[in-house]
């Protein structure tokens, strides 16, 4: 291989590398994103003001890259077929059988080593590194394809009158660029999710604020059949009736009809009123309702609180008849999912587990255990599973210590100082 060769050879590589250069920055420019571009713009980092004005500009950008990719795939392949390619036809040549086609398997060479090199050298290479790294290479080298640009302005002109006029003949209108897409969000948030960044539930919380715009208020409010609506003509005794066997803490006042309602009131001023020693009375306690429509969207919803200052409003439908309530807790529901009331939390409860025991709080209710272990003859109703086991143990009662009732162990296994927290009972005779 003689020395001439050798240095086409090397220029042929020069040629392929800056193709890769131009290929890398393209891709990494694409790649990047703006928002961290603008945060290593703060930072100060050299060549980030560059490469976001180029991502910006994508009409100066691809061009100043296309031309420069076209020019070294030209000037490779021309010093690729016109030397080399000579150069292997003139080494075969001697042999009789191959001269014939020397010329032919010179180019073949050529073609199949030029194509390879491209692609690995001037492609795939350049790119992988690009997505590797994509804001740090375009601030490297988007000064480079910034001052290209600079210099091949009249070439860029003529390509972008060109390229106007041909979509003009083709009838094809250029689209504006899109903006970051509801679901690319979902999508980000999901590789965040794969990528240990995010917690478990906080994707799904996103994509419910995200439907907002679209959810109406009718999907979130509490309808009209669960609520409690009270008469502004009533007496104390009933309001305080209602207010007692409802739970709730907000109701609708009406006069006359339910579908006239003139105010709402919380159990909070109520029982302000009852502390300061008066009745119950409803029409001085009440504030006016705000009212929203069905069909308005959460999002709307939202604004109407942050207006107002409150955080309660009646739905209506078309005809103007109270169909439901809503409020901020259950706009915060619909984000985070169900919340259990004070009231749910605080209740005694008795839980099944898997061994077939029962963990029963000491406030729970001994007939209502005899009925969920299918006992007869429960203590008297009202008497607590506490008090029960407190008969039961005397003054052996404490941490660890345990009874048997109807072929049930009862076993104390958290006392809160001198109460019965948790019980254990667990049966005797399981079945198979």
């Known amino acids: 291989m003689t020395t001439r060769v050798v240095v086409e050879i090397i220029i042929i590589l020069l040629l392929l590398v800056a193709n890769g250069v131009f290929a890398m920055t393209e891709m990494a420019v694409v790649s990047a994103r703006k928002s961290k571009l603008k945060k290593l713009i703060e930072a100060g980092v050299p060549g980030a003001h560059v490469a976001l004005q ?70 795939l290479v350049p790119k992988r590194l690009a ?52 679901e690319e969000v979902k999508l980000l948030l999901q590789e965040g999710l794969d990528a240990g960044v995010f917690h478990a539930a906080e994707p799904a919380m ?62 909070k001023s ?31 919803l939202l604004e109407d609180f942050k207006k107002t200052g409150r955080h309660l409003a009646l739905v209506t439908d078309q005809a103007g008849a109270v169909v439901g309530l809503v409020t901020l807790v259950d706009v915060l529901e619909a984000i985070v999912g169900e919340i259990p009331s004070l009231e749910d939390r605080l209740r005694p409860e008795a839980r099944r587990r898997e061994d077939g025991s029962w963990l029963v709080d000491g406030r729970f209710d001994t007939a209502k255990l005899g009925s969920l272990l299918g006992v007869a003859g429960s203590p008297p109703e009202g008497q607590s599973v506490a008090a029960f086991a407190a008969a039961q143990l005397g003054s052996a009662l404490g941490e660890g210590a345990s009874f048997v009732w109807h072929d049930h162990r009862f076993e ?21």
């Open 412 to 432: 104390i296994i958290d006392m809160d100082r001198q109460r019965v927290d948790k019980v254990l009972v667990t049966p005797r005779s399981r079945p198979a």
């Open 206 to 267: 996103v994509a419910s604020v995200l439907a907002f715009d679209r959810r109406p208020v009718r999907d979130v409010m509490t309808p009209r059949e669960k609520l409690v609506f009270l008469n502004q003509d009533d007496s104390h005794e009933a309001v305080w009736h209602k207010i007692v066997v409802s739970a709730h803490s907000q109701f609708p006042v009406y006069q006359d009809r339910k579908d006239r309602v003139v105010g709402v009131v919380s159990v």
């Open 54 to 123: 180029l991502a910006e500009s994508p009409n100066r950008f691809l061009p100043t890259v296309q031309i420069g990719i076209t020019i070294m795939g030209l000037l490779a392949a021309a010093f690729g077929g016109a030397t080399v390619a000579e150069q292997i036809a003139a080494a075969l040549e001697p042999h009789s059988t191959l001269a014939p086609y020397a010329e032919a398997i010179g180019l073949g060479v050529v073609v199949v080593a030029l194509t390879y090199l491209s692609l690995i050298i001037g492609e």
């Open 131 to 182: 997505l590797a790294n994509p804001e740090g290479i375009a601030c490297r080298f988007g000064r480079l394809i910034d001052g290209l640009s600079r210099l091949a302005r009249p070439a860029i002109w003529i390509l972008g009158v060109s390229t106007d006029a041909l979509l003009r003949l083709l009838r094809a209108t250029p689209q504006k660029a899109e903006t970051v897409s509801e």
């Open 270 to 300: 109520i029982y302000a009123n009852l502390a300061a020693g008066a009745g119950v009375k409803l029409a001085d306690l009440m504030t006016q309702p705000l009212l929203v429509p069905a069909t308005q969207t959460v999002t709307q």
